[in-house]
Nanobody
Framework: QVQLVESGGGLVQAGDSLRLSCVAS????????MAWFRQAPGKEREVVSV?????????????YYADSVKGRFTISRDNAKNTMYLQMNSLKPEDTAVYYC???????????????WGHGTQVTVSS
């Protein structure tokens, strides 16, 4: 089992930036991919970005971004620190949600394929 703890959320204005962090502990070597999901009030949880956790970084990272965040958000990882990041720039009010970190055994966009989840961190973007 992998334990995940998110941090870095907060209240910002439209156009501002935030960087979320997710620290993993436990059986991190078993993770194939890690992801950021978000859930806004009254909406389903949706994938934001995914990164392969155990790939050799000499060949670059294998990543996915939702269309709504492409060009504004950047996912990255530091395996030595067991930490994943989400750099969020040019934030919009529609980015307001609870952001969750997740770990899974496959590269997927589906919540059911991720077996470990953090408790989430709130991001609120005011207009």
């Amino acid at each position: 089992q992998v334990q995940l703890v998110e941090s870095g959320g907060g209240l910002v204005q439209a156009g501002d930036s935030l960087r979320l962090s997710c620290v993993a502990s436990g059986r991190t070597g078993s993770s194939y991919a890690m992801a950021w999901f978000r859930q806004a009030p009254g909406k389903e949880r949706e994938v934001v970005s995914v990164i392969r956790w155990n790939a050799d970084q000499r060949y670059g990272d294998y990543t996915y971004y939702a269309d709504s965040v492409k060009g504004r958000f950047t996912i990255s990882r530091d395996n030595a620190k067991n930490t994943m990041y989400l750099q969020m720039n040019s934030l919009k009010p529609e980015d307001t949600a609870v952001y969750y970190c997740a770990s899974g055994l496959r590269f997927s966009l589906v919540t059911e394929h991720f077996g470990s989840w953090g408790h989430g961190t709130q991001v609120t973007v005011s207009s």
